[in-house]
């Protein structure tokens, strides 16, 4: 069956067309789809051109809308048709610069203010929601305290699957969201284990004390839907989701974390400060800069932990970021942490989420040594 992802863009978006096409072309051939992009005339409603994209008779298997600046879709899930068998595809908006959060319920995700840059992470996102959906799950009251999840495609053996919670990154903004790990979710799902790909509230907008506290209780809402009986729990974090992954591990009672895995992860928060690391992202998140705060840092800098209860596999690639390979090495000759395991190989710092990269590759198996053992 061939792939398809209708992009429906605006007449009036202010952006070269031919450009915008050639994104789009790349991503979905990558991917091996096609795609075709309609255009939105104005005496036309969004609305109206998304039912007949996303209806079931369409062939569009994913669609994505950039409607322009100042357009609310209004668009809720019970308009749209389900019938003759076949499921509505996932829909994600789009938009190139900063914009409110558009509550559209048919929405799987409204990403914002990423620029053309972050066009392929949305390709990859709607087409990994088109090939296996989640369950959306939320765990508290603010739209984005939820998770997704997934069972296994296929499971492996005889007792409960593994289950992986995935941590996003992003430098701790608010524009980055789980959608960047949801071709990982899906691919730990077909490799017979359970995903949640979990999203939480950004400290950049809600500050540091919600984020940690989303994560505590997403994790928990993971377990929860596991079962009594499920099988170990692995985390997966991602940049800044590695550092996440590994405060939360260790925050943790050490028996409901079998393994974390730090993928690219910013382990040193008092270096990534000190060096304007994402343009100030990490003093931005805290709250301040380590003089200023310094029992902060202490419990959330992995490198400036005293020990560790927790298994720990830190990957890096070593076309990432000098500053990211550096303390990853830093980090693994820890002597007070035990010399913490670290897998460096060829590859930038989005390939060790690209489940077509060897780096990633290399990660499951190690993953898969690490749980067995």
């Known amino acids: 069956m061939n792939r398809l992802l209708t992009a429906i863009v ?19 051939a990558s991917r091996g789809w096609g795609f075709r992009m309609v255009t939105l005339l104005p005496d036309e409603t969004p609305a109206d051109v998304l039912r007949r994209a996303a209806a079931p ?140 790909n979990l999203e939480y509230r950004r400290p950049d907008l809600h500050g540091w004390a919600a984020t940690l506290d989303d994560l505590r209780s ?36 050490p028996e409901t974390v079998q393994l974390t895995v730090s993928l690219a992860g910013v382990v040193d928060l008092v270096a990534a400060h000190e060096r304007f690391l994402g343009e100030g992202a990490v003093g931005i998140a805290l709250g301040g800069s380590p003089s200023e705060i310094p029992e902060l840092y202490a419990r959330a800098s992995p490198r400036e932990f005293r020990e560790r209860s927790t298994p720990w596999l830190l990957v890096q690639g070593a076309d990432d970021s000098a500053d990211l390979v550096e303390m990853n090495r830093r980090l693994s000759r820890s002597v007070a942490l035990g010399q913490p395991e670290l897998l460096e190989a060829p590859g930038h710092h989005f390939s060790v989420i690209d489940p077509r990269a060897p780096i990633w590759e290399a990660t499951w198996a190690r993953v898969l040594d690490l749980v067995e053992a």
């Open 10 to 28: 605006s007449s009036g978006l202010d952006v070269d067309e031919a450009r915008l096409e050639q994104v789009l072309a790349e991503a979905t």
């Open 57 to 196: 008779t369409s062939e569009a298997s994913a669609v994505l809308v950039l409607p322009g600046e100042g357009v609310d879709l209004e668009l809720e899930a019970d308009s749209f048709s389900t019938d003759q068998g076949r499921t509505r595809p996932p829909i994600i908006r789009f938009d190139l610069g900063a914009r409110d959060r558009d509550p559209s319920t048919a929405l799987l995700h409204h990403v914002r203010g990423l620029g053309l840059d972050g066009l392929p992470f949305v390709v990859n996102s709607a087409v990994a929601a088109a090939l296996h959906p989640a369950r959306r799950v939320h765990y508290g009251p603010d739209a984005e305290q939820y998770g997704e999840w997934r069972e296994p495609v296929n499971a492996a053996g005889s007792g409960a699957p593994p289950l992986a919670v995935l941590i996003h990154g992003g430098f701790y903004r608010s524009r980055w969201q789980a959608g960047l790990m949801d071709e990982l979710a899906v691919d730990v799902a077909r490799r017979g284990w359970r995903s949640w």
């Open 218 to 253: 997403g994790s928990a809402r993971a377990r929860e839907l596991a079962g009594p009986s499920g099988g170990p729990v692995v985390l997966v974090g991602h940049s800044a989701g590695g550092q996440l992954a590994l405060q939360l591990a260790e925050e943790a009672a």
